[in-house]
């Protein structure tokens, strides 16, 4: 974080030697209107509460109880980590400009807002795929399911988005740094979004532009072949001839796909088949849908579907007294 600072000053006097640089920019928000305001504070605010602890009870639930110290289980608390965080990059300084009145927000704060929201929606977009891997495993080879889901396997799996989502969030914002911004100043956002800041550029944006879109090419293509394997999934779980053993496999992926098709579909519906609105609203309205809405949906459907995860919540809150956290690698079960 070192380097990135010193190398954001770095860019910041070269851009100062050519022209007049700003210092901080401007976030108009979702509303002007006071009364707005005060509600979109209010309702805000409740949703980023719910999604933070409830998503923080899951972690701890799956943390403190080995029963759940499965592969499984191991990528939905990364999942759970991940949309907490998504959700606390650009909500609590959205809060504090309604509450204070202020709009602005630093030329760093705004740099570094924008590598973390990356960060934190391809780490979501790549998980899906990872658990989407991981049930058409346990659905269509429950007897080698041990011996492919190994501890190696679990923690390739659980690393390589953590590692390739922070090398892609980066390489944008090295070459956002490169940027300079003249006389406007004006986000039509109520955080730092990517696409937007480019527009705002005094200088030529054509290497970011075509970066985001090889990037986000590949990062959307991968994470969806591997969902593809949940129409191997669905054509094993309808060739079990018991209506119980069918229902009870299907439920148990049945979370899981609500929370791909959400994601999916807002992506498509949002940036491929935008509807006939200011470009500025469809960004506000997918960067909502990507850092508000889902990570709360994800908790929903998680959480309130799974008789275990509120069992364990249950328990974990009445518990008078807290075992130390086990370690992964020495309670991880392999079984699905």
Request: net charge neutral.
């Amino acid at each position: 974080m070192e380097t990135l600072c010193s190398f954001l000053q770095i860019s910041r006097t070269m851009c100062q030697g050519n022209q007049s640089t700003i210092s901080e920019f401007l976030l108009l928000g979702l509303s002007d209107q006071a009364e707005q305001q005060k509600l979109l504070f209010v309702l805000f605010l409740g949703m980023y509460l719910v999604t933070v602890v409830g998503n923080g009870f899951i972690i701890l639930a799956i943390g403190f109880n080995s029963y759940f110290h499965t592969p499984m289980y191991l990528f939905l608390a990364n999942l759970s980590f991940a949309d907490i965080s998504s959700i606390s990059t650009p909500i609590p300084k959205m809060l504090m400009n309604i509450q204070t009145n202020s709009q602005s927000i630093s030329y760093t704060s705004c740099i570094t807002q924008i590598h973390f929201s990356v960060v934190f929606v391809i780490i979501d977009n790549f998980f899906l795929g990872v658990m989407a891997y991981d049930h058409f495993v346990a659905v269509c080879h429950p007897l080698n399911y041990t011996t492919i889901m190994q501890p190696v396997l679990c923690i390739l799996l659980t690393v390589t988005p953590w590692v390739l989502s922070n090398i892609i969030a980066l390489t944008h914002t090295l070459l956002l740094l490169q940027l300079c911004f003249c006389d406007n100043s004006t986000l039509w956002h109520f955080f730092c979004d990517l696409d937007p800041l480019l527009k705002l550029s005094c200088s030529d944006t054509m290497i970011n532009e075509l970066m985001l879109f090889i990037v986000g090419s590949v990062v959307i293509t991968f994470p969806f072949a591997l969902i593809l394997f949940y129409v191997c999934t669905v054509r094993a779980v309808l060739r079990i001839s018991s209506t119980e053993g069918k229902w009870k496999t299907f439920s148990t992926c049945a979370s899981h796909l609500t929370v791909v098709l959400l994601f999916y579909g807002t992506l498509v519906g949002v940036y491929f088949f935008p509807l006939p609105i200011h470009p500025d609203n469809r960004y506000k309205i997918g960067a909502i849908l990507f850092t508000v809405i889902t990570p709360m949906v994800n908790l929903f459907f998680y959480s309130l579907r799974n008789k275990d995860i509120q069992g364990a919540q249950r328990k974990f809150i009445h518990r008078k007294s807290f075992l130390p956290l086990m370690p992964w690698a020495s309670e991880l079960r392999l079984s699905p």
